[in-house]
């Protein structure tokens, strides 16, 4: 049985491929996110009614924004992205035009993470950092953030997570790796075997993703 599979050119040489574009397109989808993703985050607490600096003009419609992005199912936003994915890209096809979507459909889920983490850290901290003197900034990077780390990493590496669900959906229209692979050959072909190693590759992949993520929080967590 082994051997009628590694006589497989789709499992030997497609699958590996295909998972070398999965990691790909969630890297770069994760590092857009996290970059874009931060900084959103705590602009909406900042400028909540508790936050460091009220404002109700920027609060409502950023977050507005930010809700319609996470209000849309990722295979939608895909689809009405593609005007957009070809200017940015050049084209709608592979893992790379993926990257676009799956990056616009994940910061307004991370940041709303973010924002949650940085809600919960206790407020007699940021009380006694202004005490002292400290600016907002400092309060919001030294303070916040320092004390909502874990929870923010915890955040991420859901975020991380989605993202290899989200591509696995971009397979759909065209995105490339293990979500197209076995939607063309798994389902398209009927090969049972293809999908099923796809399948148990995303599994694994998942799995790795979330082990490294408790670790990290954990080793950040002085509580």
């Not at 099923?196 to 599994?203: D, L």
Request: hydrophobic share 55%; charged share 10%.
């Amino acid at each position: 049985m082994l051997d009628g599979l590694l006589d497989n050119p789709v499992l030997t040489q497609a699958v590996p491929e295909a998972t070398l574009e999965t990691l790909q397109m969630v890297g770069l989808s994760a590092l857009i996110t996290a970059v874009v993703g931060l900084p959103l985050g705590l602009l909406l607490h900042a400028v909540a009614p508790n936050g460091l600096r009220p404002l109700r003009a920027v609060r409502g419609p950023v977050g507005l924004v930010v809700n319609l992005g996470r209000s849309l199912p990722f295979i939608i936003l895909a689809i009405a992205l593609l005007p957009f994915t070809r200017a940015v890209v050049g084209t709608s096809l592979g893992w790379q035009a993926a990257v676009v979507p799956l990056s616009i459909g994940a910061i307004p889920f991370f940041a709303r993470l973010v924002e949650t983490a940085v809600r919960e850290v206790d407020p007699g901290k940021v009380e006694a950092a202004q005490v002292m003197g400290s600016s907002r900034a400092r309060v919001l990077l030294q303070v916040l953030v320092r004390e909502a780390l874990p929870s923010i990493v915890a955040g991420f590496t859901a975020t991380v997570i989605a993202l290899v669900a989200y591509s696995a959906m971009a397979g759909a229209i065209g995105g490339g790796g293990l979500g197209f692979l076995a939607i063309s050959y798994g389902y398209q072909r009927f090969d049972t075997t293809v999908m099923v190693v796809c399948v148990v590759v995303i599994v694994v992949v998942v799995q790795a993703f979330q082990v490294v993520g408790d670790a990290v929080a954990r080793r950040l967590d002085h509580r």
